[in-house]
């Protein structure tokens, strides 16, 4: 029995997309421009982090574009991994952001500058509103699409950063502790490589055909082989489409001669229980499983 395509109704992010991009483009021109004249590390580390967030918001918005494309003959699914793909390319540039701040900020360590801490407690003030806003934009879609809950977390732990550089330049300003600003940059360091090797793991394993990480195989196995006339379970795969659709396989082995009806209900269950939109399943009436003529095993 084919695929049922039946879908939820998917909440639109191009406006999302547009605005977040654009606000932040102009923040990270402001930002660049004050860290640089009045000196503050922490104020460019932060500008290069949402540097790395637009550019991660792009490809994110190619990505959901792209897998909004009809299938062809050659790409039967469709461009749907594409999302996959783009998850893990954006992973990429965080680190890279990550090794570029590592490299200045050591460079600029130990060594006597003076900050302008007014600059930096207004500019960082700005960008909690801008990283707020931009994370509040993607807060419907975190818990179902990987690139809109890597975009909520990244820009959510922008307005964190944003916050830990006005509390330095708050301390700078009343302390002249000036090294406190590399020290919140090492700090800016550590949240891009802690958001970082979580999405890296999420887009490897989808990438691997991973069973997503909000789907339990184990609870969907038992919801199988406690339907009525079921006799057992074989051959069972579940992965990914895309950061947010799901794919099934299963041959099913009866004790009774079944319909169509059968396995819609099946389909159905699935895609309201596990969110599983895509199920194929093979139905197998007084077989064996070592008689299954795909050789398939447990």
Known sequence: MEHNHSHLNKIDFTNAFKIGIFINIIFIVI?????????????????????????ALGLSWIAVTLSKRKP????????RRSTILMALANTILLLVAAVLIILESIERFGKHLDINSESVIIVASIGIFVNGFTAWLFIKGKKHDLNIRSAFLHFAADALVSFGVVISGILMMFTNIFWLDSIVSFMIISVILYSSYHLLIDAINLSLDAVPENINIKEVKEFLEKLPSVSGIHDLHIWALSTSEAALTVHVSTIELTDACFIIGIQKQLSENFNIKHATIQIEFGFDIKDCESNCSK
């Open 31 to 55: 930002e660049s421009l004050y860290g640089y004249f009045s000196n503050s590390m922490a104020l460019i580390a932060d500008a290069g982090h949402n540097l790395s967030d637009v550019m």
């Open 72 to 79: 062809t003959l050659k790409f039967t699914y469709g461009f």
